[in-house]
């Protein structure tokens, strides 16, 4: 729910918490409640003040940014409640119409971080890719194992800060930005996590959690075992994208191939790629998954910095995640930083060359947050960050 929504859902349960203990303070014969003429009793009172500590803890819980299992305790606070204007329905009847509010929040909490929700499945997808990633991260990568490599390729391995470290298997990322579907559409803030292993059976298992309109969004994006999958869901409830199929496959290979270049400079040596030089500044790169074979070409600036990965091969999904069309992708690249004695990334972008009337143009801009390198599995466990101008 976004901040506003949430602070007004926050407010009106306190107040309707609060107004349990004017139950408690009569059922307990402690003053006497003009507004309560039914007689409450002590096993009432408890009841009534049962309610309002539930209600108030699940206020408490919304407002401090609601973790997994928040909905259990708003669930349970509508029932305790209900109980309570039950036994005075003539004098509170009207609390009814919190508690139908404290369901609807109930329910929306099960659906965004439930056990069937897009948050959990990623860490459990993340837990499996990791379990089955390959080994050898404790071997240090060599200059000798660069021999080979175009030379742009292979000074923008020594540049990422790989040599005499760890060899990559895994990475996980956060990161934020904004997306859109086409030039004439309004930008979509977003934040998101991304798990990716690599080897003979390289993983990508990407959560996504953007606002339109108002509403959150959420997009859980795998791909194992050489097959993907795309959906997304309004307020966690209403899937408005199912995508997959062999474009979706093809689009996805060439997202993980990316994800090889631009994010794990490390993890590009003993990759299923076959290198060719172009010229002194790109290079053209053909990788193997399965049964895909995708190809991009790289450039390179003055100084073996990789700015820019083209490729023919991925497809555009449609809106709706139903059809898929090929159009030349890019992803320009500006600025790095030190992280952990490597140089990481900071911000990309992604690019359609779309036919007129739309013409090439950005529809994604991302900032990586943090990256981490070798993913230890109980790492993965932090809820998914809130875009701007919303809240878990």
């Known amino acids: 729910m976004t901040s506003l929504v949430r602070w007004v859902v926050v407010t009106l349960l306190v107040g309707h918490g609060l107004v349990h203990l004017l139950g408690a303070l009569k059922g307990f014969g402690w003053t006497e409640v003009p507004q309560l003429k039914q007689p409450i009793g002590p096993a009432g009172g408890v009841i009534w003040l049962l309610a309002m500590v539930l209600v108030l803890a699940a206020a408490g819980l919304i407002a401090a940014g609601a973790p997994t299992w928040w909905w259990v305790v708003a669930a349970l606070a509508a029932v305790v409640s209900q109980v309570a204007i039950i036994t005075s329905w003539s004098d509170a009847r009207v609390g009814t119409a919190a508690n139908v509010l404290l369901v609807l929040a109930a329910v929306l ?199 820019d990965f083209v490729s023919e091969d991925r497809l555009r999904t449609s809106a709706d995640g139903k059809t898929f069309a090929r159009q030349t992708w890019s992803t320009p690249l500006t600025g790095h930083r030190e992280s952990c004695g490597r140089r990481v990334l900071v911000l990309g972008q992604g690019r359609w060359e779309a036919p007129e009337p739309e013409g090439a143009f950005t529809y994604v801009e991302l900032h990586i947050d943090d990256i981490t390198y070798n993913v230890q599995p109980d790492s993965i466990s932090a809820p998914l960050p809130t875009p701007a101008g919303a809240a878990s």
């Open 109 to 307: 909490g099960f659906a965004s971080l439930g056990p069937t929700s897009f948050p959990t499945q990623y860490r459990d997808r993340t837990h499996d890719a990791l379990a089955d990633s390959p080994t050898g991260a404790e071997d240090p990568l060599t200059e000798q194992d660069l021999a080979g490599l175009p030379e742009p390729l292979a000074d923008y391995v020594r540049r990422s800060g790989a040599l005499g470290r760890p060899r990559v298997v895994s990475f996980s990322a956060h990161f934020h930005g904004r997306i859109r579907s086409g030039p004439d559409q309004a930008w979509m803030p977003f934040t998101g996590e991304q798990l990716n292993t690599f080897g003979p059976r390289p993983q990508r298992i990407f959560l996504m959690d953007a606002i339109r309109s108002g509403l959150p969004v959420t997009v859980l994006h795998s791909f194992e075992d050489a097959t993907a999958t795309m959906r997304a869901k309004v307020l966690s409830l209403f899937t408005v994208v199912d995508a997959s199929g062999p474009e979706m496959d093809r689009g996805e290979t060439v997202t993980v191939f990316n994800d090889l270049v631009v994010l794990a400079p490390a993890a590009i040596v003993g990759a299923p790629v076959r290198w060719t030089d172009i010229d002194a500044r790109h290079v053209r790169g053909d990788f193997t998954n399965g049964d895909q074979i995708v190809s991009a070409e790289l450039t390179f600036d003055a100084n073996h910095d990789l700015v």
